[in-house]
């Protein structure tokens, strides 16, 4: 299998593993879509994109709108840190290449909340 064909096949991959998480936290905090889209002023069917990892009407996600998903569904630590394992996937692959730990994300988060 060729690089780039791995790579797709990796992004595919975290692509719906955060629409499952997307999906999983909002049913655990017994909110609708539309709950969500109200509370983080966004439009709820881009939300169900992601959820159901429909990449051709939902792009990645902004740091903005990871910010409004985050006040939102008031994610814990381990939450957080789960979240973000996913989506730096998703942006740069070849950051786990080189080995970015949990622990890492974790120190990030806490600059980040700084």
């Known amino acids: 299998m060729r690089e780039n064909e791995k790579m797709d096949k990796i992004r595919i991959q975290y692509e719906k ?6 999906k999983k936290v909002r049913i655990e905090r017994k909110l609708s879509l539309r709950d969500v889209g109200a509370e983080a002023d966004m439009n709820f069917p881009y939300l ?7 990449r ?16 939102v569904y008031k994610l814990d630590l381990k939450e957080k840190v789960e979240f973000l394992e996913i989506y730096f996937n998703l942006i740069m692959p070849e950051i786990y290449i080189n080995n970015l730990t949990t622990d890492k994300i974790e120190d990030i988060i806490k600059i980040l909340e700084a």
Do not use: C, R
């Open 17 to 22: 593993k955060l629409g499952d998480f997307l």
């Open 48 to 54: 169900s994109h992601l959820e159901t990892h429909n």
């Open 56 to 71: 051709d009407k939902a792009k990645l996600p902004s740091v903005e709108i990871l910010n409004k998903l985050f006040a």
